[in-house]
T-cell receptor, first 115, second 113 residues
Framework: SQQGEEDPQALSIQEGENATMNCSYK?????LQWYRQNSGRGLVHLIL?????REKHSGRLRVTLDTSKKSSSLLITASRAADTASYFC???????????????FGQGTILTVHP | NAGVTQTPKFRVLKTGQSMTLLCAQD?????MYWYRQDPGMGLRLIHY???????AKGEVPDGYNVSRLKKQNFLLGLESAAPSQTSVYFC????????????FGPGTRLLVL
């Protein structure tokens, strides 16, 4: 079953605006990541945040993690038309060992940035 | 450096036919994965491998088999295709120790009639 749920399912904004996407999950995690998928393509890893981190930045991306609420958010600042894509959160859990990279993905947020 | 490649890009099968999807990576990654993606859903893990000669089941393994005879290749087999296996299949790979950072192939679109 899908652990992650993303909100909103779809987001439409104008270039230059900020885009915020949210992800909630159900069980304890070791880390959470965000991936981007352009239409008809494979996924591209954007950023990983560990369970002991609260915020992480990478260029125009800002990710927050609230383990008490089991939620994360991805903020894209000053969006561009090229940011149009689906964005997925993925979680990994290991019970004292390694996760072996067994990721559980959310359903994704479709972001459309209009020029 | 091609990254992760998948063959074929698109295939149509009739119910009951068999086929093999090939994934190849040139990054010397230890771990490899097969996912399927259905409309409106995220990816679900089918099988994965942590090294040459080893495979393990993921979330949705029924109806699929895998083999990893060489480190750079990971094969996904459908012995008797069913319409429920119509999907887009993605292969991914990663380094041991950074296994949650995965590199994905472009996908194989499979239609089972």
């Amino acid at each position: 079953s899908q652990q992650g749920e993303e909100d909103p399912q779809a987001l439409s904004i104008q270039e230059g605006e900020n885009a915020t996407m949210n992800c909630s999950y159900k069980t304890s995690i070791n880390n959470l990541q965000w991936y981007r998928q352009n239409s008809g393509r494979g996924l591209v890893h954007l950023i990983l945040i560990r369970s002991n981190e609260r915020e992480k930045h990478s260029g125009r991306l800002r990710v927050t993690l609230d383990t008490s609420k089991k939620s994360s958010s991805l903020l894209i600042t000053a969006s561009r038309a090229a940011d149009t894509a689906s964005y997925f959160c993925a979680t990994a859990f290991n019970a004292g060992g390694t996760s072996y990279g067994k990721l559980t993905f959310g359903q994704g947020t479709i972001l459309t940035v209009h020029p | 450096n091609a990254g992760v490649t998948q063959t074929p890009k698109f295939r149509v099968l009739k119910t009951g036919q068999s086929m093999t999807l090939l994934c190849a990576q040139d990054m010397n990654h230890e771990y490899m994965y097969w996912y399927r993606q259905d409309p409106g859903m995220g990816l679900r893990l089918i099988h994965y491998s942590v090294g040459e000669g080893t495979t393990a089941k993921g979330e949705v393994p029924d109806g699929y088999n895998v083999s990893r005879l060489k480190k750079q290749n990971f094969l996904l087999g459908l012995e008797s295709a069913a319409p429920s296996q119509t999907s887009v299949y993605f292969c991914a790979s990663s380094y041991r120790g950074e296994q949650e950072t995965q590199y994905f192939g472009p996908g194989t679109r499979l239609l089972v009639l």
